[in-house]
């Protein structure tokens, strides 16, 4: 029979979803057919399959074997099988089976759930299943593993964000896996935090600019290209503020915080099409995100416009019991994230969610209206990635997985994100034919450049590691062959291992490199008490700086570890961040010189434990300067990465020298590579306001451009900003701006900016 959908419903479905289908690349007759499908849907199911579409469940339960087991194999078990999937018909699915499956073992695992439930249960609707791809389809393996975010971050180049994106999504298609929970888009302001790994860092605008690029190269193709994969943009909200730096900790963030820094990514990420989001697990000024009605349902749905599925973090619900208690049991918990605007529940143990969900509704609890709300974005989500049409598919077709040419992309991207952060006499890049000791609990280990998420939850175990990657020191030796090379590890994490046999070896060496790094984890066991890397990795280079020769520091780590005691003993400094399987490559060619570092911190680099803040804080957190007092002493500055070549910046050139609510000032400035190396520059530019009834901050980054240069070559760069650019929070809690002066920043390293004075003068005042 022809399909007849009446005028009327075109026309509401058309108002209501037109950007958010462009984004999609869903036409509007399409989409309007998508919203009639799901009506029709809504009015086939019972409450009971509604409530079961809003459960997220963990694919262990349906397994063989208790939930955490490790297995070698995933073998359905028959009986919980038929009841979650078939009886109560669950809606989603996430995790991996307790081992990682490769592409081939994920297209069973998932064929056999999506044929099941199509033939079997009585609607027939497709499972969404969901996974982790933090630095790559890390749960698939044998997949392309990138560099963590921070370190793509760290690249301040979008591109190289979209590109890991558009490989981790093909990745993942290949193995029938079409929706991501990444990328994290949380503003991270606190160092101690271990995820800050899996943040793109500090900045607002940074991070916005590469979860922008991300959603791209994930849905750019539209999701129904079978291709791509639907982000989750996570995690809302908050997660990285945490006030002691533990994982999942308070935070204490006031409107205007909010407004100004935290929102503006998930904003951002609304707006270029993310499909789904994920509420993060701690509680913001002791509200716990999930029962966030002002946040979910006001904000992210409300003023944002959010058109997607909102789902819940792992076990949120029981931890609104557990550890929030702001619930005195599960029902109490679930009627409060629900009615708050929780369309997805990650409850992964079990089904019992839906009974509670039923039985909430039919005392009147949670409203109906709340219940076909929440299933109608899990269902346009499900249309949208055309699952019903293509609920897997056959991982033969993804010829290019783990290709040479994603490799190549992935060695890129490490290159471009290490960062040299010290280079004395321009000991670096080192000569070859030199004799050189490595060392460091970092230098021959895979595991520690890949850290967590590598195809386990917490990276440690070595049985996946792929024999054809090369860790630094191999990395090294293939540079610089065997016969000059000493290697002794001298420390574990915390431990010494034979550090004085590294100590008589660097007697002999003309270099000594060091690899210093974090052990690899995630979540709780990130978390740690005191910022400064541990002892024993300093004692190594305190002690090795005895011997006399040069040290190269290699960190190979997430978070900005404390160095100042043996900053000033290291000739360079070279941050890897987490640079994945080709950060072995990358680090030695930096150190060797086939590639020229142009990596930029996306974050502030402390000098103390005690001593932490965003590059943009206010004046009073320094406060009285001049009589030698001082609130932010960094080690390196946010935006800082130093080059083997020189870039010099000239004829600095504004449009005007002010600005309107209804102009647009265009900058230009040279910059000419002076030095005897090709190379690429961030340049930066930055507003600070001068005067502004809230405090001001003392700059923000507003934009950033990445060129590269040849040896005597001089580009010209144009950037050009609005008045929207300059607006912050004002003491209402909205953005405004005020009329007077500003001052604007352009250059490739924060010590050395070209300023000049700009002028915001009201329309009205003209
Ligand atoms: C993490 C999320 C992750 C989820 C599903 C949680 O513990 O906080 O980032 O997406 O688990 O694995």
């Known amino acids: 029979m022809k399909k007849v959908i009446p005028l009327i419903l075109i026309f509401l479905f058309v108002a209501a979803c037109s950007s958010f289908d462009n984004n999609q690349k869903v036409s509007e007759n399409k989409s309007a057919e998508i919203e009639v499908k799901i009506k029709r849907l809504l009015n086939q199911m019972t409450l009971e399959e509604k409530a079961a579409q809003m459960l997220n469940l963990g694919l262990p339960s349906i397994l ?15 009986e919980r099988f038929r009841k979650y999937m078939i009886e109560y018909g669950a809606g989603s699915i996430h995790n991996t089976p307790g081992f990682t499956p490769n592409k081939e073992d994920w297209y069973h695992i998932i064929k ?86 899996e943040s793109f860092g500090e900045d607002p605008y940074l991070i916005s600019q590469m979860t922008n690029a991300y959603i791209q190269g994930s849905q750019g193709n539209g999701l129904q290209d079978s291709l791509s994969t639907a982000v989750c943009i ?4 908050g997660y990285g503020a945490g006030k002691n730096g533990k994982d999942r900790a ?26 789904s989001v994920m509420i993060s697990s701690n509680a913001v000024n002791g509200i716990p995100c999930h029962i966030n009605k002002y946040y979910i349902t006001d904000i992210l749905k409300g003023e944002m416009g959010f058109k997607g599925v909102v789902i819940s973090d792992f076990s949120d619900i029981d931890y609104l019991v557990e550890a929030h208690q702001s619930a005195k049991d599960k029902r109490e918990a679930t009627k409060m994230a629900v009615n708050a605007g929780l369309d997805i529940i990650m409850n992964p143990y079990g089904i019992d969610i839906v009974d509670i969900i039923v039985e909430l509704v039919e005392d009147g609890e949670i409203p109906m209206d709340r219940i ?23 991982p033969t077709s993804y010829r290019q997985f783990a290709s040479e040419e994603f490799e190549e992309t992935n060695y890129q991207i490490a290159s471009e994100a290490i960062t040299l952060l010290k280079n004395t006499n321009d000991i670096l890049p080192l000569l070859s034919d030199k004799k050189v000791l490595v060392t460091g609990y970092a230098a021959n280990s895979m595991n520690v450049l890949n850290g967590a998420w590598s195809r386990t939850f917490l990276g440690q175990d070595t049985a996946y590691n792929d024999p054809t990657k090369w860790s630094i020191l191999k990395a090294i030796e293939k540079q610089i ?36 790094g974090e052990i690899p984890a995630t979540e709780k066991p990130s978390d740690i008490n005191e910022l400064d890397l541990p002892s024993i990795q300093q004692e190594l280079v305190k002690k090795l700086a005895k011997i006399g020769k040069p040290i190269i520091l290699v960190m190979v780590q997430g978070r900005p570890r404390i160095i100042r005691e043996i900053e000033p003993l290291a000739s360079a400094i070279l941050m890897a961040y987490l640079p994945g399987d080709e950060g072995g490559r990358a680090v030695s060619d930096v150190l060797f010189g086939k590639v020229n570092p142009s990596g930029k911190l996306p974050y502030t680099y402390p000098k103390y434990t005690g001593n932490f803040l965003p590059y943009y804080h206010k004046k009073a957190d320094i406060r009285d300067i001049n009589w030698g007092y001082d609130g932010f002493y960094t080690q390196f500055e946010f935006g800082f990465g130093l080059s083997y070549t020189h870039f010099e910046y000239s004829n600095l050139s504004l449009s005007a020298d002010s600005i309107n609510e209804n102009s647009e000032l ?101």
């Open 481 to 516: 062959g065997s016969k000059n090379l000493e290697f002794v590890q001298g420390t574990d994490y915390l431990e010494d291992m034979n550090s004085d046999a590294a100590v008589k070896k660097a007697k002999y060496v003309d270099y000594v490199i060091v690899c210093v």
């Open 372 to 394: 076909n709300d929440a299933v109608s974005r899990v269902l346009r989500l499900k249309f949208y990635l055309n699952l019903f049409e293509v609920p897997y598919t056959n």
């Open 234 to 237: 996570k995690h809302f909200i």
């Open 250 to 275: 308070n935070a204490l963030i006031p409107d205007n915080s909010l407004r100004q820094y935290f929102l503006p990514p998930f904003q951002e990420a609304v707006e270029h099409g993310a499909m």
């Open 112 to 197: 056999t759930i999506q044929d099941s439930v199509r033939t079997k249960s009585r609607l027939g609707i497709p499972v969404l299943y969901g996974i982790d791809n933090i630095h790559g389809a890390n749960y698939v393996n044998g997949s392309t593993l990138f560099p963590h975010q921070i370190a793509i971050a760290a690249t301040w180049n979008p591109e190289r964000s979209k590109q890991s994106a558009e490989i981790t999504s093909y990745e993942s298609r290949a193995a029938s896996l079409p929706w991501n929970f990444n990328p994290n888009a949380d503003v991270a302001t606190n160092p101690l935090w271990g995820r800050i790994a």
């Open 64 to 78: 063989n074997g208790a939930y955490w087991d490790l297995r070698d194999s995933a073998v359905f078990n028959a």
């Open 666 to 766: 265009h900058i230009s400035v040279d910059v000419k590579n002076t030095g005897s190396y090709e190379g690429k520059e961030v340049v930066q530019l930055y507003l600070k306001d001068k005067v502004a009834t809230v405090s001001p901050d003392s700059k923000k980054l507003v934009r950033f451009s990445k060129i590269n240069l040849k040896i005597g070559e001089t580009k010209t760069v144009k950037f050009s900003l609005q008045s929207n650019d300059l607006k912050s929070i004002g003491i209402n809690n909205n953005w405004i701006i005020e009329e007077g002066d500003f001052e604007l920043q352009i250059g490739g390293n924060p010590q050395n900016l070209l300023k000049r004075r700009l002028y915001y003068q009201k329309k009205n005042n003209q």
